[in-house]
Structure formats: structure tokens, C-alpha cells
């Protein structure tokens, strides 16, 4: 079955959001020869790609609603979030299978933080 392997951002600012992901989730940077000039940032967990791509602020496009991280501690990465100058994650309403809190990036974009996982 396809699975989701990649999420893209636009953003003014790639170096700003990456090093939010660096700091909070430890994702990391894939290297990416012949970039050319491009400001676009490529990260990783391990598993999903996440590419930070440069917006020249030339018209907002549609965004992306939201994705989400399997964490072992929201006590840890709430911390980790208050320490990037980012609101603490909100709970998610009691009928929402899956995430039990909502926070977002400094560009504003949301993910959900699960502690349960996202499986079945």
C-alpha cells in the first residue's frame, strides 16, 4: 500500500524553520548536491522527508493543513517548543482518534503530537 513519504513547506524563511526542526524533533539535514542556488532545505527523521522550500514571497500558495509526530513525551517537546518561542500544544478535542495535541512552527504551520500513534 503507498505510503506518505514526503511533506512540503513554503517558507521565507527555510533556515529559520529548519532550525526549529533541528531543535525540537532532531530531525536532520540531508545533504543535496547541486542544489544550485536554491535556498530549499531537505530533513529527515529517519523516515518522512521534509523540504522546506524557499516562498519569494511572490503570493502566498494554499498550505499544507497539518501533519503530525508519533513523540515518546509531549511533557518533553512542550518543553522543547516553549524554548523555540512557540505556544504550548493544545489538547485536541476528546473525539479525535489519534492526536492528543496541536501545536505549530513559527510560520504557522500545524502538526499533531501523538504519543499513541497514528496506526489503525
Do not use: C, W
Not at 536554491?38 to 500558495?61: C, E, F, Q, V
Amino acid at each position: 500500500k503507498p505510503q506518505i513519504r514526503h511533506l512540503a513547506i513554503m517558507t521565507v524563511d527555510p533556515e529559520k524553520l529548519a532550525k526549529f526542526y533541528e531543535q525540537v524533533f532532531e530531525m536532520e539535514r540531508i545533504p543535496r548536491a547541486g542544489a544550485g542556488g536554491s535556498k530549499a532545505i531537505y530533513m529527515t527523521d529517519g523516515y518522512i522527508t521534509l523540504a522546506l522550500l524557499h516562498n519569494r514571497a511572490d503570493g502566498r500558495p494554499s498550505g499544507l493543513n497539518h501533519f503530525g509526530f508519533h513523540v515518546a513525551d509531549q511533557d518533553e517537546i512542550s518543553e522543547r517548543l516553549t524554548k523555540a518561542g512557540v505556544a504550548v500544544p493544545a489538547k485536541r478535542p476528546a473525539d479525535r482518534a489519534f492526536a492528543e495535541t496541536r501545536a505549530h512552527d513559527p510560520d504557522g504551520n500545524n502538526f499533531d503530537l501523538s504519543v499513541r500513534g497514528y496506526e489503525g
